[in-house]
Each structure stands twice: as structure tokens, then as C-alpha cells.
């Protein structure tokens, strides 16, 4: 019964190579753990929030797909023919039920199912993964209709293959899960490589910690072809000493920070409206506070970040050092690397169709 806490995973930066090792391709989507009994179906998150609400064209599908009694973990994604649409897949966590609905028809979510953590009355957290993975092969087949048995090996250079080859396609990356492992709720046990590489980004704002004396996070930004600074993503993760140090450090760049700031009417929007244009609440960080102070966008960062999407980074970046030999008007979209996309037919028969 829920709630099940996810097995998590370190982070390492290469492809481990070991005995007796499994890997998958790492999914960019919602991780979900299912819990069927009969007609009754739940998804659960890894923050123990219910998802069911919102993805309901799930549900009759894992009916179809997933034995009577069990319980498997895995992944809710959004597939395009571009590659994994994780943008759509946030947009679908809206209050409205009539616009739950809308979005469900419109950009329908697949399953992307990686173990089995129970069937009719066996606990199987404490079996072996592998012969987990056994138990999940005979149970879900793979050619459902947007619900999929996740590809796996024992071979490391197919997984360095799956690493490279379908980062385009919007993958995090590849997982390693020890053969002999049990399911171990809340634990980092397995290991995740994911992709990282560098760039040098304008520092055009901040916001502060919850603590309220330090620095949460550097508001970042590109300039496109056009010379127009695009709010890109944000820095963040800084242990508390430096969060006091960059208060220091940024406190000459707020000085008439309004005046000619690319970003001026975001800032604005925002004084006017109490902060909720745009730094609105998110309803995934519910009561998160997402106002900001606006910076002379003069200072640039190198930061480390794992891939592009939208224009966007996709995940929060870490500030690597500031880079006082480079001019803000230097960092710009053309710096990023850019991957084609994978050709996601062979996973996804949704795709194909």
C-alpha cells in the first residue's frame, strides 16, 4: 500500500563498469510509482504527492497493461518527434479538472515502466533486481501502446552508446543498478551518469534564500542572434558561507539595477503585482518564493549544466567561477552545444505510429 519511497541513485561521471551490473537509459519525466489493485489505480510521486488527478488517461492504460495486483515503479513521460517534452509534462500539473482533461486529450503522457516492487500478495523489494527485472519481463510486454518495458543491458558500451546517442532526444542519461540489489525505499544505492558540460552566462539577477541572509540562487542569462538577453535558468546550490559571501560580492551591481535592465518590465510586473508576475507560486514547490532582485547585468558566470531544452537549461546549474576576462555580451545561445535528435521510433511505437 502507499506510499513506497523511490530507490534513488549517486551521481557519478562516467558509465561505471563492474560485474554484474544492469543499465537503462536514464528518462526526463515525472518518476511515478503505480499501485494496482483491480480497478482501483494510483500513481504516486517521489514527494508522496498524487498524480493520479492528473494524468487520468493513465490509468485505463495501466489497466490494460499491468497484472490485476501489483505494484511497479517507472517513469510518466511525454513523447514528441522531437525526443521527451518535459515543458508539456509540467504543463499538465494544472488545479482545473476541465483543463486537466484538455491537456490529457491534447499532449497524452506514456509509462515507462523499470521494476516490479510487488505482484498479487509477494513483496519482491527484497529480491534481487535482476531477478526483479525477470518477474517485470513476464508480466509487461513490449509492444503496449504508451506503456513501455524500459530497455536494459549488461553490456557498458551499449549503455556509452544509449549515453551519447539519445541525449538529443531529451534523456538524462544512463542508470547502473547492481544485479544483486534489493529495492531499498529512499536510498542511494544505484548510480546515475548524466550529461554535464560549461557555459558562460550574464548574471542579471539573484534571489534570495529562504534563510533570508544569504543568496539562493543567480538568476542567468543568453543573448540570441538578436542581441535580446534571455533569462536562461539559475545557479544555485551553495553552501552557506557562500551564500553570505555572494550577498557582498553582488551588493555593487543592485545599485540602479532597474535602469535599462533587458529584463526591466519582469521586474516591474513583479513590484506591481506583489511578486506573482512571473515569479508566481509553482504548483509543483508549492509556497516557494520565486521573486527576485535585479542585478546590472555586468558580471558573467561560467556554470556547469547537463542539457539544453527550449532554450532553457533543464535542471538548476552550478556556478563553476565568475569570469571577470569575459565581456556579458560574449555569452551567447551560439556557445551551447547542440545534439540532433535521437530517432525514437525503436522506444516509442506511439512515435512511429
Known amino acids: 500500500m502507499p506510499p513506497v519511497r523511490p530507490m534513488l541513485a549517486k551521481a557519478v561521471h562516467e558509465v561505471p563498469r563492474a560485474d554484474n551490473l544492469l543499465y537503462e537509459p536514464k528518462w526526463d519525466g515525472f518518476r511515478c510509482i503505480v499501485f494496482r489493485d483491480g480497478e482501483d489505480v494510483e500513481l504516486g510521486s517521489r514527494n508522496d504527492r498524487p498524480l493520479t488527478r492528473y494524468f487520468p488517461e493513465l490509468v485505463d492504460l495501466l489497466k490494460e497493461a499491468l497484472p490485476p495486483r501489483c505494484v511497479v515503479d517507472g517513469e510518466i513521460v511525454i513523447v514528441t518527434e522531437n525526443g521527451l517534452d518535459f515543458e508539456s509534462l509540467q504543463l499538465r500539473l494544472h488545479p482545473a479538472a476541465s483543463r486537466v482533461r484538455k491537456l490529457a486529450a491534447e499532449t497524452p503522457a506514456s509509462f515507462v515502466v523499470f521494476d516490479l516492487l510487488a505482484l498479487g500478495d509477494e513483496d519482491l523489494m527484497g529480491e534481487p533486481f535482476a531477478q526483479r527485472r525477470r518477474r517485470l519481463e513476464s508480466v509487461v510486454g513490449g509492444e503496449l501502446a504508451r506503456v513501455h518495458l524500459t530497455p536494459m543491458t549488461s553490456d557498458p558500451a551499449v549503455a556509452e552508446d544509449w549515453f551519447n546517442r539519445f541525449e538529443g532526444a531529451g534523456f538524462d542519461g544512463v542508470m547502473a543498478k547492481p544485479a544483486e540489489q534489493p529495492y531499498e525505499q529512499d536510498r542511494r544505492v544505484m548510480w546515475k551518469v548524466k550529461h554535464e558540460r560549461t557555459a558562460d552566462c550574464v548574471v542579471a539577477g539573484f534571489r534570495w534564500h529562504k534563510d533570508g541572509e544569504g543568496v539562493g540562487s543567480l538568476l542567468l542569462g543568453l543573448f540570441d542572434e538578436h542581441g535580446t538577453l534571455h533569462h536562461v535558468g539559475v545557479a544555485s546550490s551553495f553552501a552557506a558561507a557562500r551564500r553570505r559571501e555572494l550577498v557582498t560580492e553582488l551588493e555593487p551591481l543592485r545599485e540602479n539595477a532597474t535602469e535599462d535592465h533587458p529584463w526591466r ?89
Do not use: M, N
Open 265 to 353: 518590465e519582469w521586474a516591474v510586473a513583479q513590484a506591481e503585482a506583489g511578486g506573482r508576475l512571473p515569479g508566481a507560486q509553482s504548483r509543483w514547490s508549492a509556497g516557494k518564493d520565486l521573486t527576485w532582485e535585479p542585478l546590472r547585468p555586468e558580471l558573467v558566470a561560467e556554470v556547469r549544466y547537463e542539457h539544453v531544452q527550449s532554450g532553457r537549461f533543464r535542471h538548476g546549474t552550478r556556478l563553476v567561477r565568475f569570469r571577470p576576462d569575459r565581456t556579458p555580451e560574449s555569452c551567447t545561445y551560439g556557445q551551447l552545444e547542440e545534439i540532433a535528435p535521437a530517432e525514437l521510433a525503436s522506444l516509442f511505437t506511439e512515435v512511429a505510429r
